[in-house]
């Protein structure tokens, strides 16, 4: 079954620096690439995805890439904010039918002022 | 995206008892599923409930120990059966919405047995 890889488990950067989080998945049939977004005692919040035909998608200060060759994916946060602090998720799906989430294990970033 | 509402919020429970979990979403949805975040953890798949059908459950879980209805397309109910303290955990329900897979996430409800 899919396995995802996720690093770094905590990262911690000054405002308005980039931060980077990486991920890995084992399964090439894996399609669906989304990131979510958790602040302490809230639900996961979907921020971006990307799919298997796209390399580069982006989203204001957000961005995702995926490398299908290499299996891995990132998140890239531009001009980090301190409202940007939260657990970040990556996840790998196989879509059409059965989106069976595989989670990685988090990033804790911690945007410092 | 999806309203999704659980209840309860959060319980605490004594060990050997049971807890069911409700998940309401205001759109008519095919697939909901459940997930289990242990505490500073990860989200664990549990089950996929698919209405009308029995719900498809991930290595390790089983339904004698988690139950699962799904009467309807707004509407599924997770039991925590059985508990003990390592049941101790947020349970969350997702729901697949719009015409994209996305998946959108209840609050979620904080168990923890004593």
């Known amino acids: 079954g899919e396995n995802v890889e996720q690093h770094p488990s905590t990262l911690s950067v000054q405002e308005g620096d980039s931060a980077v989080i990486k991920c890995t998945y084992s399964?090439?049939?894996?399609?669906?690439f989304p990131w979510y977004k958790q602040e302490l005692g809230k639900r996961p919040q979907l921020i971006i995805d990307i799919r298997s035909n796209v390399g580069e998608k982006k989203d204001q200060r957000i961005a995702v890439t995926l490398n299908k060759t290499a299996k891995h994916f990132s998140l890239h946060i531009t001009e980090t904010q301190p409202e940007d602090s939260a657990v970040y998720f990556c996840a790998a799906s196989l879509t059409g039918g059965y989106n069976k989430l595989i989670f990685g294990a988090g990033t804790r970033l911690a945007v410092h002022p | 995206s999806a309203v999704i509402s659980q209840k309860p919020s959060r319980d605490i429970c004594q060990r050997g008892t049971s807890l069911t979990i409700q998940c309401q979403v205001d759109?008519?949805?095919?697939?909901m599923f459940w997930y289990r975040q242990q505490p500073g953890q990860s989200l664990t798949l549990i089950a996929t409930a698919n209405q009308g059908s029995e719900a498809t459950y991930e290595s390790g879980f089983v339904i004698d120990k988690f139950p699962i209805s799904r009467p309807n397309l707004t509407f599924s109910t997770l039991t925590v059966s059985n508990m003990s303290p390592e049941d101790s955990s947020i349970y969350l329900c997702s729901v697949e919405a719009g015409s994209t897979d996305t998946q959108y996430f209840g609050p979620g409800t904080r168990l923890t047995v004593l």
């Open positions: 759109s008519q949805v095919t697939m």
């Open positions: 399964d090439s049939a894996s399609n669906y």
